[in-house]
């Protein structure tokens, strides 16, 4: 701790211009400890522009509405950037507040935040206008995170859709009461979408998909592990219409069959920027989709756990033609026949003996 006379003198030395631009470099807890140190101290710290960027996750135990209320004040218009994933107790109540006063706010982080509702997104959608990465209601967001957040229905994503047209990366996976009147907000509204997470959002239909397709040609990654309506017509969609796709989880899509596969492949995205494609659990997937996959040249993994008709020798040829590739698959060991008695125990190669 410092005298007052040491920290008279630092504060004479030192600009508050430079004392606030060395104070930007501390973490929060720093900054809240520094905030102790004394009154001229307190008012360096808590200034607005040392607090841009917050990420509260380590604290997520104890971060209660209150505390985003208090922060909101306290920054204003300076917070750029806040996380508050896996902060249960906070609500749309707080959340409302916080949109009201943090209005430049780019970046919103809302994973596990399991209280919010479709009122969250509406304020957000509402108030903050500059919001680049958004769970709600702000124009300039460009990235939103709502995994988990299973309260939102389309009814809130339609908010955030209308109100922030420059969204570029949207995670909905979880949300699992979304229908395809979400997808078609996005279409509608957010053609600068690049990328979508909806994994386990299980009523989205091809239908969704192809007004999405074909309104948001900017798509870059798609997560659409366990959307289990979803066809091989999805895949015909996004290969006329989504030429920069580079990464696609279709994992648990147990309607995917190799002629989806086949568009995909021969597409352009197929033929210049696919390089990660996720099939886990696709049981229509065969060999034949491996040799449909040789004309992805840029393609570098390729997950196939649990896909019951892709062999070995198909993985074989196709590595031969894509050398570079990493392929993920799992072929259960072959149980070895009963012993006979006295030859002593057998195991398959897949049991351990502890």
């Known amino acids: ?45 808590l200034d607005g522009s040392n607090w841009q960027r917050i990420d509260l996750f380590n604290f997520q135990t104890d971060v209660e509405g209150r505390v985003v209320e208090n922060i909101s004040k306290r920054c204003g218009g300076f917070l750029r950037k806040l996380s508050l994933r896996g902060c249960i107790g906070v609500g749309d109540s707080s959340l409302k507040t916080f949109a009201q006063n943090c209005r430049n706010i780019e970046h919103l982080n809302l994973n596990g935040c399991t209280k919010i509702t479709d009122s969250t997104c509406y304020s957000l959608s509402r108030f903050c206008s500059k919001l680049k990465h958004i769970q709600n209601y702000c124009h300039e967001l460009v990235s939103l995170n709502l995994q988990s957040c299973s309260r939102i229905t389309d009814e809130g994503v339609v908010q955030i859709c209308r109100g922030c047209h420059r969204l570029q990366a949207l995670c909905l996976s979880g949300c699992s009461n979304l229908t395809d009147a979400s997808l078609t907000a996005l279409g509608l509204n957010c053609p600068r979408l690049q990328i979508l997470e909806a994994a386990r959002c299980s009523h989205l239909t091809d239908a969704g998909f192809t007004l999405l397709a074909r309104n948001c040609h900017e798509l870059e990654k798609m997560d659409l592990e366990e959307c289990i309506l979803i066809t091989d017509s999805t895949l015909i969609q996004l290969s006329i219409h989504c030429p920069k796709l580079q990464a696609l989880s279709l994992s ?103």
């Open 252 to 354: 648990h899509c147990e309607l995917i069959t190799d002629d989806g596969i086949l568009h995909l492949s021969n597409s352009t995205c197929g033929h210049e920027r696919l390089r990660v494609l996720e099939l886990d659990n696709c049981l229509l997937i065969t060999d034949v989709a491996l040799e449909h996959l040789e004309n992805c040249r840029g393609l570098e993994r390729l997950e196939l756990y649990d896909c019951q008709q892709v062999t070995r020798a198909g993985i074989k040829r196709m590595r031969a033609q894509l050398p570079h590739v990493k392929v993920h698959a799992y072929f259960a060991p072959v149980t070895p026949p009963t012993a006979v008695a006295g030859s002593g125990q057998r195991l398959c190669r897949c049991c351990v003996i502890l």
């Open 1 to 45: 701790v410092f005298s007052n006379n040491d920290e008279g003198l630092i504060n004479k030395k030192l600009p508050k211009e430079l004392l606030l631009r060395i104070f930007s470099f501390l973490d929060i807890v720093t900054l809240c400890r520094c905030a102790q140190i004394s009154k001229a101290w307190n008012i360096l710290a």
